[in-house]
């Protein structure tokens, strides 16, 4: 997982900055969004946001 890649190109939110958000207790996609701003512009990250959650939950 390429932690620079952007995931919001709306905001620019990174990969990174999602895992940031989850390590710091960030547990659903709404409170990513809340404290990243991904996804609160255009929508059409939510997704893929979503799918990264998932991921970094079953790790």
């Given amino acids: 997982m390429n ?3 952007i ?3 709306c905001i620019g939110t990174t990969v990174r900055d999602i ?3 989850v390590k710091n ?3 659903t996609v709404e409170d990513i969004s809340a ?3 991904a996804g609160t512009v ?3 990250c939510l997704g893929e946001i ?3 959650l998932e991921k970094l939950k079953n790790k």
Avoid: R
């Fill in 7 to 9: 995931i919001c190109s």
């Fill in 42 to 44: 255009c929508g059409a």
């Fill in 50 to 52: 979503e799918t990264l």
């Fill in 19 to 21: 895992m940031d958000a």
């Fill in 3 to 5: 932690e620079d890649e």
């Fill in 25 to 27: 207790g960030a547990k």
């Fill in 35 to 37: 404290v990243t701003q």
